[in-house]
């Protein structure tokens, strides 16, 4: 962690200032200022548009049932490049423009849903899920007897819920 808050807050901001120094040199500064502010704005515009529609996609999944994790780490994505594209400098530009290309996102998308699932399948991690009923002929004991078995076994959680089809 320490290796990559380092490249992070060093070495990026050392690359930055070089590039930023060779294409001024070749541009002029006023130039190399433009092209600053021009892809800041055009890039923010793009997250924006994107970041809109994203959205919207989730909302509509949501609305039907389905479960957005591809459109939810889409927004992660977009979001990083947001802040890529604002920080000053031709290098963070280059990455935050790439992260706007589809294709890109999409297989960084797959390859972050791929470590998931190893990571989980490697922590030996397991879920399941236990419905119990609660219909009004169950006796005021079957339900105290459920109760005390569940207070005598450690591992259940009790809890209720109501499935909306």
Do not use: C, Y
Request: proline residues 3%; aromatic residues 8%; without cysteine.
């Amino acid at each position: 962690m320490f290796k990559l808050l380092f490249v992070l807050f060093v070495i990026v901001p050392i690359i930055e200032i070089f590039v930023l120094m060779q294409v001024g040199a070749v541009l002029g500064a006023w130039p190399t200022i433009a092209i600053v502010i021009a892809t800041a704005w055009l890039g923010a515009k793009h997250v924006r548009q994107q970041g809109l529609a994203t959205m919207q996609s989730v909302q509509n999944k949501m609305a039907v049932g389905d479960m957005p994790s591809e459109d939810i780490v889409t927004g992660l994505l977009l979001l990083i490049a947001g802040v890529l594209l604002v920080t000053p400098g031709f290098v963070t530009d280059f990455f935050g423009l790439s992260l706007l290309v589809p294709s890109v996102r999409k297989s960084l998308i797959a390859s972050v849903q791929q470590h998931l699932a190893t990571s989980t399948t490697q922590s030996g991690s397991v879920f399941f899920h236990h419905q119990q009923s609660h219909s009004s002929h169950q006796s005021f004991e079957q339900n105290e007897a459920f109760s005390k078995q569940s207070k005598s076994n450690s591992d259940v959680i009790e809890g209720e819920f109501e499935r909306k089809d």
